[in-house]
Every structure is written in C-alpha cells, then in structure tokens.
C-alpha cells in the first residue's frame, strides 16, 4: 500500500490547490521506469514528513488535463505545491536527500 | 487525446523484439542497463507497449498531449533523438559507463522482463 494518495484531474485543485499545507506532487506512467525507482523514495518522505506535507501522485496517462497544465514533459516530474502555487520542481530520478533538501525550503 | 491507458503487459512478439533491440543497441552503443534491472523491465515493457498500441516504441517516460502525433513526428521514437545524438535516455534503459545509476549487463532475458512486469 502506497503512502501516498492518488489525486485525478477532477481531485486536483480541492487535494492539492486548496491544500493548507505543501504539497509534493508525483507525475508518474505506468511503465515508466525511472518512475519505479522514485516511488519508493517518495513513500518515505510521506511518512517522514506526515502533518507537515501532503503527498500524492498523479497517473499523468489517466489525468491528461493536469499534466498538460502543469507542461509535464519528462517522466517522472515532481512539483511542489505551495498555498496553491507550483513552486518548485524536480526532473528524474533523483536519491531521497535531494528531495529532502528541496522539500525543507518551503516548510 | 489519448486513449486510457492501463497497466497491461505488451503481446510477447513486441517484448521480443524491444528486449533484442534493447540488447544489440546497448553493445552497439557502448552503453549499459541500468545496476536496477527491474528499470530496464519495466522500460522495455513500455516500449514493446506502445509498439503493440501505436505502431512505434514511444518512449514510455514522458508526457504526450497526443500519442499517435508524437509518433509521427519521430522525435521520441525509441531510439530517441537525444540518445542517437548525444546518448542521453532520461529513461535509464541506455546509460553511459559514467552514470550512478549504470551496471554491467548489456543482456536481459524475456523472463527476467517478466518477472518484474508481473508484479504491477
């Protein structure tokens, strides 16, 4: 079971946008393998930092609209959310420090 | 728009022939799977999927507003334009001998391809 929860296209804005606090967002594909390496990765930083960042994923293949607003190109691409604006990104597989590091700046 | 998209495996004929191609571009290349087979699996699973879906290996790791035009304009047609030019696959199926992420194999076998595709 994955910690962090599924968000769609119709889910995004009250999930993610609306958020109250930060939230590290996962576009992901189905066989995309890079993709199954950050999985794990961002798993661990939804239990490290539970209450303080929400964390989700977002099956770009299935939710098309959300990808495309966000100009999602590489897979995978995580976005940091902020008080509903995108403030920061990471591209590929990158090791969970990175992630941590990038993370801490808007806690 | 593209049609929806589900996890299911690629006919065995497309994996073949993705897994044989994936093997002779690595050797012809001077490039290595990734010390993660399991990212080599899943990648060359998604090429043999869009070859079944579309005609052509798109590439599996990127976001397209539309499939079947992207496959017609090439560029992300595995081998991609950045791999045969500058060998960069921002997918880790080819990696150079110089990446974190690079092993040693340049050989996968149908069932290595399997056991890891099975899971998902």
Same mark, same amino acid.
């Given at each position: ?36 390496? @950050?999985?794990?990765? @961002? ?12 964390? @989700? ?32 990104? @990471? ?17 | ?120």
């Amino acid at each position: 079971m994955s910690a962090a929860e599924a968000i769609t296209d119709s889910t995004f804005k009250e999930e993610v946008l609306e958020s109250p606090i930060p939230v590290l967002v996962d576009f992901w594909a189905p066989w995309c393998g890079p993709c199954r390496m @950050v999985s794990p990765v @961002v798993d661990k930083i939804a239990i490290q930092y539970e209450g303080q960042v929400k964390v @989700v994923k977002v099956n770009t293949d299935d939710n098309p609209a959300v990808a495309s607003q966000y100009g999602i190109r590489s897979i995978p691409t995580l976005m940091i959310f902020k008080d509903g604006q995108r403030v920061d990104m @990471v591209v590929g597989a990158v090791p969970e420090s990175t992630l941590a590091t990038t993370l801490e700046k808007y806690l | 728009m593209n049609p929806p998209t589900e996890t299911n495996q690629a006919t065995d004929k497309s994996l073949e022939a993705m897994r044989y191609f994936s093997e002779t571009y690595a050797k012809r290349t001077g490039t290595y799977f990734c010390s993660d087979l399991g990212v080599t699996a899943v990648v060359i699973e998604g090429l043999a999927k869009h070859k079944d879906d579309l005609g052509a290996p798109l590439c599996p790791c990127r976001h397209y507003e539309d499939k079947e035009a992207e496959v017609r304009a090439t560029y992300w047609n595995c081998p991609c334009v950045p791999m045969r030019e500058r060998k960069e696959c921002h997918c880790m199926l080819f990696l150079t001998p110089d990446n974190p992420f690079v092993g040693t194999e340049q050989d996968i076998s149908f069932d290595q391809i399997r056991e890891t595709t099975s899971q998902y």
